[in-house]
């Protein structure tokens, strides 16, 4: 059994900081370089990586509302990656960015777009500006 399985043999679906964008410079290389996708709810960037793994950044402005709002919409787009790291590629940097909207959306709606968007944003390659 792999590190990270259960007995069931379930992958691991912690959130590690090591799959975390936590720097400035991280988030504007991703914004900068990465294909961008726009979804209902969400703006999203993808940028190649050479790690093992994804990480994940997200974005939410005062724009979307509150301080109430904002960390809810973080800890709905965070618990979206964790759940389904599958979606988000092998080895991909993502930043999400929240849109503003007049209705907030179910936990489903916003999982889809999210879905959606990424599999558009990696599917048209993730490698602006990079050299092929």
Do not use: C
Not at 23 to 37: E, M, P, S, V
Not at 41 to 57: D, K, M, P, T
Not at 85 to 90: A, I, L, M
Request: overall charge positive.
């Amino acid at each position: 059994m792999r590190a990270g399985d259960d007995a069931r043999g379930d992958t691991d679906e912690r959130f590690r900081k090591s799959e975390r964008l936590r720097k400035r410079h991280q988030f504007l290389r991703t914004r900068r370089r990465g294909q961008r996708a726009g979804g209902k709810w969400v703006v999203v960037y993808a940028l190649a990586n050479e790690r093992a793994h994804s990480r994940l950044g997200v974005t939410v402005s005062k724009r979307v509302g509150n301080a109430v709002v904002r960390n809810r919409t973080k800890r709905r787009l965070r618990e979206i990656f964790r759940r389904g790291k599958g979606h988000f590629g092998d080895h991909y940097d993502v930043v999400i960015i929240a849109k503003r909207s007049r209705k907030e959306p179910s936990f489903e709606q916003l999982r889809s777009d999210v879905y959606r968007t990424v599999d558009r944003a990696i599917g048209s390659g993730g490698r602006r500006g990079e050299k092929r």
